[in-house]
């Protein structure tokens, strides 16, 4: 990793002394803290008052055991997390993941992403994430409901529309969230429509939400072409993943002129030159929910298995790693680079290894880090927070709109604070600081809680 400013070192070392073993959570902090130099250079008031100590210390961390009945009458224990990182801007908002990968460093560094990216979209939330060592996969729809109900018998205690306001991630969507409200609802006796966004759309949901993730990092991505007088006509587009954020990232390249030619999940990827076929896509994925490998049977696509080839093996001008952290490493961003790749947006939280990105860097790959590409995500969580608040509902096209005036917004202020902290066009020093100073002015402003 980079060396840090003298001061920051010293803010490093103390994170890792106070947060052993949790390597994500050590990565996102570092990757923030190499942009602050600059910063405390020129307002030494964010060290003198220790805003970047409290900054990297969540407010409160919940972890909590949650016991269920499986399909068998069994027993089953997991783990639940809530870190609620920082509120100087609004309440907690993030989003609650369900993947046996998930610890507490995992969610401490999707916590500490989060403050920064919803300090970017310029909305009043604050930072905060949660989530389970659950594993959803191959469970039947009354085992989930269980689960979900067992999670939310705690987790109600600790959020609220003033308060915390969770969402969906990774292993979390539309039926998880049913489960998680209704409980919600059967616990306190009250239709409190803003304690969780991702609802349904005839109870409390909003417009665009499944959509918002993919469709923002698109158009953040447009907006980089369109700064070079450029767009997305022609363009073949890599997308990794065939979630959500990688199934509406790929629409909405399809929509703007661009076609992606390959896709993939945890079993290998598909190569389809003349452009994946995104019904066929979404039926297998969303319908079915079969693998992958389905898809490439029925469409006549290539299909690599996981350990056979990567992803980012196959040719494109853009690149959009949509599945999970450090999914790309440096040598597949080199395999990139030679390809002749010039734009990575992270569709993703912090897909790209420190490797990958300084290459990036170092090669003139522009690259666009998570906590920008993707806010596109929590931005409309905070719009159908404002739908519920009013009891209002929006039009597709009215929050679509909403969407992309935002992540036009996100890019401009990233491009404008990389020109003003002396690093043009780097979005990673643009984010990181634009996000930094809206949270830090708040902190200082609030004292010291």
């Known amino acids: 990793?980079?060396?840090?400013?003298?001061?920051?070192?010293?803010?490093?070392?103390?994170?890792?002394?106070?947060?052993?073993?949790?390597?994500?959570?050590?990565?996102?902090?570092?990757?923030?803290?190499?942009?602050?130099g600059p910063v405390v250079a020129k307002h030494p008031q964010y060290t003198d008052a220790a805003v970047i100590n409290r900054l990297c210390e969540p407010e409160r961390q919940i972890i909590f055991r949650v016991p269920w009945v499986d399909d068998k009458g069994k027993v089953q224990?997991?783990?639940?997390?809530?870190?609620?990182?920082?509120?100087?801007?609004?309440?907690?908002?993030?989003?609650?993941?369900?993947?046996?990968?998930?610890?507490?460093?995992?969610?401490?560094f999707l916590g500490f992403e989060q403050i920064?990216?919803?300090?970017?979209?310029?909305?009043p939330i604050g930072g905060g994430k949660g989530g389970s060592d659950f594993d959803p996969k191959g469970r039947s729809d009354g085992e989930i409901m269980r689960f979900c109900q067992a999670f939310m018998t705690e987790l109600y205690r600790h959020i609220g529309e003033y308060t915390d306001v969770p969402a969906g991630d990774i292993g979390v969507g539309g039926r998880e969230i049913g489960y998680l409200f209704g409980q919600h609802k059967r616990i306190t006796n009250r239709y409190e429509s803003g304690v969780l966004t991702g609802k349904g759309?005839?109870?409390?949901?909003?417009?665009?939400?499944?959509?918002?993730?993919?469709?923002?990092?698109?158009?953040?991505?447009?907006?980089?072409?369109?700064?070079?007088?450029?767009?997305?006509?022609?363009?073949?587009?890599?997308?990794?993943?065939?979630?959500?954020?990688?199934?509406?990232?790929?629409?909405?390249?399809?929509?703007?002129?661009g076609r992606v030619v390959a896709a993939s999940d945890s079993g290998g990827y598909v190569h389809d030159p003349s452009g994946i076929d995104l019904e066929l896509l979404k039926d297998v994925k969303n319908g079915r929910r079969e693998r992958i490998s389905t898809y490439a049977t029925e469409s006549g696509a290539t299909f690599v298995p996981t350990g056979k080839g990567s992803v980012w093996s196959v040719k494109a001008d853009i690149a959009l790693p949509c599945a999970t952290q450090n999914e790309l490493n440096g040598h597949d961003a080199r395999t990139l680079i030679d390809n002749g790749v010039k734009i990575v947006a992270e569709g993703a939280?912090?897909?790209?290894?420190?490797?990958?990105?300084?290459?990036?860097?170092?090669?003139?790959?522009?690259?666009?880090?998570?906590?920008?590409?993707?806010a596109g995500g929590v931005a409309t969580s905070a719009l159908e927070m404002q739908q519920n608040a009013s009891r209002d509902?929006?039009?597709?096209?009215?929050?679509?709109?909403?969407?992309?005036?935002?992540?036009?917004?996100?890019?401009?202020?990233c491009l404008e604070t990389s020109e003003e902290y002396g690093a043009p066009g780097n979005y990673t020093v643009g984010a990181n600081i634009a996000g930094f100073i809206q949270v830090a002015d708040a902190m200082l402003a609030q004292g010291v809680i």
């Open 393 to 413: 509902s929006w039009s597709f096209e009215h929050t679509e709109q909403r969407l992309e005036k935002i992540m036009r917004g996100i890019h401009d202020r």
């Open 349 to 374: 939280n912090m897909p790209c290894t420190p490797d990958a990105v300084r290459l990036f860097g170092e090669s003139g790959v522009t690259f666009a880090p998570g906590k920008a590409a993707n």
């Open 77 to 108: 224990l997991n783990r639940g997390f809530r870190v609620e990182f920082n509120s100087a801007l609004g309440p907690y908002k993030g989003g609650l993941r369900f993947h046996p990968s998930v610890y507490l460093g995992i969610v401490k």
């Open 1 to 36: 990793m980079p060396v840090l400013d003298e001061k920051l070192t010293t803010i490093y070392d103390e994170v890792l002394r106070r947060n052993p073993g949790e390597t994500e959570f050590h990565q996102a902090v570092h990757e923030v803290l190499d942009s602050l």
């Open 201 to 257: 759309l005839t109870w409390g949901g909003s417009q665009v939400r499944t959509e918002a993730t993919g469709y923002g990092t698109v158009f953040f991505t447009h907006e980089i072409l369109k700064a070079r007088d450029e767009s997305f006509d022609g363009r073949d587009v890599i997308v990794s993943g065939s979630g959500n954020v990688a199934i509406y990232a790929i629409e909405k390249v399809h929509q703007l002129g």
């Open 116 to 123: 920064f990216k919803n300090s970017l979209t310029g909305m």
